[in-house]
């Protein structure tokens, strides 16, 4: 099956993105395909690199990047809302240029895009699934 | 005081309602507890979270007793509402100074109605 994912929370206050990890983890396992992430509202937070859980805790951003989950052109498809990012602080390089921020957070692993993409990934996906409030 | 209302996992509020527990024992408050609502799922015995990733943080409660917090108070109700008694609760205990270091209980289950009584004789109450 054809599964995307959004997430609406930011990582370590709300237990979504962890249960949204733990459930593409299982899904991968059995075979399914995780066709996108999507990660919205707060849900951007898990996305910067810049993050420093203490050590003995669990690493979101580096779980998420662990999954791999890329497209045929090999571009990464845990993506980031744009203007919910650019409105919390999380940039990548093309977006600080543009806005002439110096240095930039997201993880090479995620990719901002817009809000087309979710609503592709519900088109395209055979379930569409939300985690948070 | 400070009042635990949410489950243990799930969301960051016990575990950061601890954190401030033991600062503000490190400060030498006169620190208690209450566990109300959901809260009271926080010191549940045997918790394992191997399934959700999470760290087990439950341990943590044991060393209450050595910061010198052994008022930890657990409503009666908000227990009896999720099926659960005193005995599904850990057992937390400190060493009493003034009785030879003996080793007493420090949850004690009180009915609401104390908790209230208990919360208007705080200088502060911190809610998670």
């Known amino acids: ?133 | 005081m400070y009042l635990n209302r949410k489950a243990p996992y799930g969301t960051v509020y016990a575990l950061e309602s601890l954190e401030v527990v033991l600062i503000a024992a490190a400060f030498e408050q006169d620190v208690s507890l209450a566990f109300i609502d959901d809260g009271v799922y926080q010191i549940v015995e045997g918790q394992n979270t191997d399934g959700i990733g999470m760290k087990n943080f439950s341990k943590t409660y044991h060393a209450l007793g050595d910061y010198d917090i052994n008022q930890l108070y657990v409503s009666a109700e908000s227990l009896e509402e999720r099926g659960l008694s005193a005995d599904d609760l850990m057992p937390l205990v400190y060493e009493d100074e003034d009785d030879d270091w003996a080793e007493k209980p420090s949850v004690k289950i009180v009915t609401n109605a104390e908790l209230s009584k208990l919360m208007s004789e705080q200088d502060v109450c911190l809610s998670f």
């Open chain 1, 1 to 133: 099956m054809k599964i995307s994912i959004q997430i609406n929370e930011g990582p370590y206050q709300h237990q979504a993105s962890d249960s949204a990890y733990q459930f593409a983890k299982a899904a991968i396992a059995k075979g399914h395909e995780i066709f996108r992430v999507f990660f919205y509202h707060d849900g951007v937070d898990n996305a910067t690199r810049f993050t420093v859980p203490p050590q003995d805790d669990r690493h979101i951003v580096n779980n998420w990047a662990s999954l791999d989950i890329k497209n045929a052109e090999g571009e990464p498809e845990l993506v980031v809302c744009i203007a919910a990012a650019l409105r919390r602080g999380l940039v990548d390089e093309a977006e600080a240029g543009k806005n002439g921020i110096e240095g930039n957070n997201i993880h090479p692993a995620f990719r901002i895009s817009g809000l087309g993409q979710l609503i592709e990934a519900g088109i395209q996906s055979d379930r569409l699934v939300v985690f948070g409030d």
